[in-house]
């Protein structure tokens, strides 16, 4: 069982930049998918971007050239950065794991507010 574990959110202006972190409690097997989920009140979550056990990423069109997704070296930590952030896109932040396309892990999320 995979725990993870985001942080990194927090109040900003709009225009501002927020990195947000997803830890995982243990080693993940390869292959694997690491994402971003949004949700924001009453509306459905979201993804936002996701990067593989290969490096490759994708990313949502509403966040497309704004923020960028990445992993660390041992691929256990997956990072988000947010630039120019807008009021729409406060929501609360949530990590997934997607492991040898079986299992799935989710973290508890990370609040994000983008003052107008």
């Known amino acids: 069982q995979v725990q993870l574990v985001e942080s990194g959110g927090g109040l900003v202006q709009a225009g501002g930049s927020l990195r947000l972190s997803c830890a995982a409690s243990d080693s993940i097997d390869s292959p694997n998918a690491l994402a971003w989920y949004r949700q924001a009140p009453e509306k459905p979550r979201e993804w936002v971007a996701s990067?593989?056990?290969?490096?490759?990423?994708n990313y949502s069109h509403s966040i497309r050239g704004r923020f960028t997704i990445s992993r660390d070296d041992a691929g256990n930590t997956v990072f988000l950065q947010m630039n120019s952030l807008k009021p729409e896109d406060t929501a609360a932040y949530l990590c997934n794991a997607v492991v040898r396309g079986i299992w799935t892990f989710w973290g508890q999320g990370t609040q994000v507010t983008v003052l107008s």
């Open positions: 990067i593989n056990s290969g490096g490759m990423t």
